[in-house]
Nanobody, 117 residues
């Protein structure tokens, strides 16, 4: 089973920036796509951004123009650059990995992002 490790969360003031990192290891198959979900208190988990093996990226409308997802040359690391952060971006951010031929995602443990007003 692929292992997923995240880092980079923390506390930042509104308008500030953070960069989240996610690394996948021990994958059995090639990685189809990776990305980030987030879950705020009392809310459902929502997709923030993901990136496919052909480098196609998708973003939630709420983060378009502020967040950028990118991937390393080895294709098993992704970063989420978050700029112009807002208090409503406060959530636990979870990285996921979907391998080819798998029917479900592998998840990281989550990293907390807190944006103060």
């Amino acid at each position: 089973q692929v292992q997923v490790e995240e880092s980079g969360g923390g506390l930042v003031q509104a308008g500030g920036s953070l960069r989240l990192s996610c690394a996948a290891s021990d994958s059995t198959f090639s990685i189809s796509h990776m990305g980030w979900y987030r879950q705020a208190p009392g809310k459902q988990r929502e997709l923030v951004a993901n990136i496919y093996s052909d480098d196609t990226a998708n973003y939630a409308d709420s983060v378009k123009g502020r967040f950028t997802i990118s991937r390393g040359n080895a294709k098993n690391t992704v970063w989420l650059q978050m700029n112009s952060l807002k208090p409503e971006d406060t959530a636990v951010y979870f990285c996921y990995v979907r391998e080819m031929f798998r029917l479900s995602n592998a998840w990281g443990q989550g990293t907390l992002v807190t944006v103060s007003s």
